[in-house]
């Protein structure tokens, strides 16, 4: 009899003492009760926490071998410390990132991995309704249409890592050297025959959410100039335009006063804001240009993605496939 496929859960958590057990039990309680046959593996990536999380996990992987942990040695952000989760992943499938506090309901897993044994390498959620305020809604809808119609690759919009993709993406994605993996936008890149799910993507119910506004936007950037050169065309074209107007009101200037005739005005007002609006304009280009000049800066430098201090369960042995109670 052939062994039964497994399937890979990420999750990525920091400072969730309270959510990493209802997390576990929930898809357990899945496995146990819609996919009987087939066996799992749930992979936590710890990103140092500071609470009570790492003992909780250490307990969760005592009971259950299927529990499998890595402890970083500091907090790297939730984009490596997943990355590196979903490159130690053995299953034939692999869900990249089922946040620990349930926002993305693994009760959608059943239906995505039906759908993966259709035949569709990636099947990414698609958030369809978001129970959040309306301003941060409106300025993630934004941001991923922004994304969207600017990559160099069609990334879906409203999709986050909640995707499960077949094991070839899983080794595909082990061969991107990224110093900062834009997740969704690797596997985008990566190609293969994908469907979308939508669902509604859920409040959070207990503790707070670690992102705050500074990295939300760095999150963005990263997402940004990972797959486009927008930003930077976006600049040329305002410094072109700029330049072109400048040329024109000269060339005015100088007609006028050979043509016309008449005292030139002081212009000291002309003169100030002319000043400010180039300084703003070129300190915004700037800023534009030394997004892509650190990214290069940090991509070139070879630093580990994670530094781990440890890992528990991934040597024990397959365990039995999960069956309903």
Known sequence: MPAPKVISVVTPCYNEQDNVGPCHEAVRA????????????????????????????????????????????RNVGPFRSAFNAILATRGDACLLMLAADLQDPPELLPQMVRLWAEGNEVVFGVRKVREEGG???????????????????????????????????VEALRRCDDYYPYIRGLVANCGFRRTGVEYTWRARKRGFSKNRLYHLIDQGLNGLISFTN????????????????????????????????????????????????????????????????????????????????????????????????
């Open 30 to 73: 899945v496995f146990a009760r819609e996919l009987p046959g087939y066996d799992y593996e749930h992979v936590f990536c710890d990103n140092a926490s500071t609470d009570a999380t790492p003992g909780v996990l250490r307990e969760l992987a005592a009971r259950d071998p299927r529990v499998k942990v890595i402890l970083n040695a």
């Open 135 to 169: 301003l941060m809604r409106l300025t993630r809808r934004l941001y991923y249409w922004t994304v969207s119609k600017f990559a160099d690759i069609s990334i879906p919009q409203n999709t986050g890592e909640f995707q499960l993709v077949d094991r070839r993406v």
């Open 230 to 325: 927008v930003p930077m065309r976006v600049c040329m074209a305002t410094g072109f335009t700029v330049a072109g107007l400048s040329l024109l009101y000269a060339a005015f200037t100088v007609a006028y006063h050979l043509f016309v005739g008449g005292t030139a005005p002081p212009g000291i007002p002309t003169l100030i804001t002319a000043l400010f609006l180039f300084s703003g304009i070129q300190l915004f280009f700037f800023g534009v240009l030394g997004e892509y000049v650190s990214a290069i800066h940090a991509q070139v430098r070879k630093r580990p993605l994670v530094v781990e201090r440890e890992r528990i369960n991934f040597d024990a042995e397959p365990a039995a496939p999960a069956r309903a109670a």
